[in-house]
């Protein structure tokens, strides 16, 4: 860490903070010099994530749900809402509670930074988009969304969260931005949260069949972990409004992933083809003219770099 000179944020609250992309979030912050309040109710976030951090003066966690008006007894110059449910695995078994953390959530978040004169950034995601009749996606399409389907308690959530914030940009003059987030994987997912990376992963590294869904031709587009923050502090230290999409343009369908992530663990697994989910999109790719012009921002990790990264933490996990 370069600490000759000051951070751009003298202190930081990321809800969800306990989460995959958020404790990543944490980390980069306290890196960066910034003193960071993360907010969870450990819900879907695990207490571990952030663990490295608990012994810092600079980390503050508050077990707190964000359902329920948020209290930070110090100046805040920057808010990251990234609570929620994010997984299939965890929107399907917590329906309501997601609606609700996009929505009541997402207001408490935003009238913590109001309070605090604070620049906030919402976390959305490439689902607003749904099952998209565009490819690839750019932040103007409006999208093809099930309102009433099973994947419609995150979509919803997400798209709601994202009105609200461009209201109170517009009504009370809150300094906001919003990122759509696709596809991202890395270290500390759950190999059970039901998404592609650590399902195939896990099932490689116990020798089980990978169970690719439908036809295995439906695409994604993976964005690694590290390049997804980097992007996330790029538009936090903009004043770019968004939408803005951060994701990997490289499309990869998940036959092809669940070769390679064979490929990559030395694994004798084959593959077995299950039913695929209602509603699950056939695509999804970013546009990402606007963040490379805007944030200058592009992912720098190559697929095989970032799953054999991901693969060596869940071996480390597998082995403790």
């Known amino acids: 860490m370069n600490t000759s000179a000051a951070p751009r944020w003298r202190h930081a609250v990321v809800t969800g903070g306990a ?4 404790s990543h979030l944490c980390a980069a912050l306290l890196d960066q010099g910034t003193d960071v309040t993360c907010i969870d109710d450990l819900s879907t976030g695990a207490q571990q994530n952030i663990a490295p951090f608990l012994g810092s003066q600079r980390f503050t966690f508050q077990r707190a749900n964000a359902c329920r008006p948020l209290e930070v007894d110090r100046p805040v110059d920057l808010v990251l809402h990234f609570a929620s449910p994010a997984s299939p695995a965890d929107y399907l078994r917590l ?5 609700e953390t996009g929505s009541l959530g997402t207001r408490n978040a935003l009238a913590l930074a109001r309070a605090h004169q604070a620049r906030f950034v919402l976390a959305s995601t490439s689902e607003v988009y749904g099952d998209p009749q565009r490819h690839p996606q750019s932040e103007d399409y409006w999208g093809n969304v099930n309102p009433v389907g099973p994947r419609s308690v995150y979509d919803e959530a997400k798209r709601f969260g994202e009105a609200l914030t461009t209201a109170e940009a517009g009504a009370n003059g809150v300094d906001t931005g919003i990122v759509r987030l696709f596809n991202t994987y890395g270290p500390r997912m759950r190999g059970y949260d039901g ?8 099932q490689a590294l116990a020798g089980e069949p990978l169970t690719v869904t439908g036809d295995g031709r439906q695409t994604r587009s993976l964005c690694y972990v590290d390049d997804t923050v980097r992007g996330i502090l790029a538009a936090a230290a903009s004043d770019l409004r968004g939408p803005v999409n951060l994701g990997n343009p490289v499309e990869i369908t998940m036959l092809e992933l669940a070769h390679l992530v064979v490929e990559l663990t030395d694994s004798r697994s084959t593959v077995r083809f299950i039913e695929r989910p209602t509603d699950d999109p056939a695509v999804r790719c970013p546009d990402i003219t606007l963040a490379r012009g805007k944030l200058q921002w592009e992912p720098r990790v190559t697929a095989h ?9 869940f071996r480390q996990r597998l082995a403790a």
Do not use: K, N
């Open 195 to 202: 998404r592609a990376v650590p399902t195939f992963i896990r």
């Open 305 to 313: 770099e970032g799953l054999r990264r991901t693969i060596g933490w």
């Open 95 to 99: 329906p309501v509670h997601t609606l």
């Open 19 to 22: 989460g995959f992309v958020g």
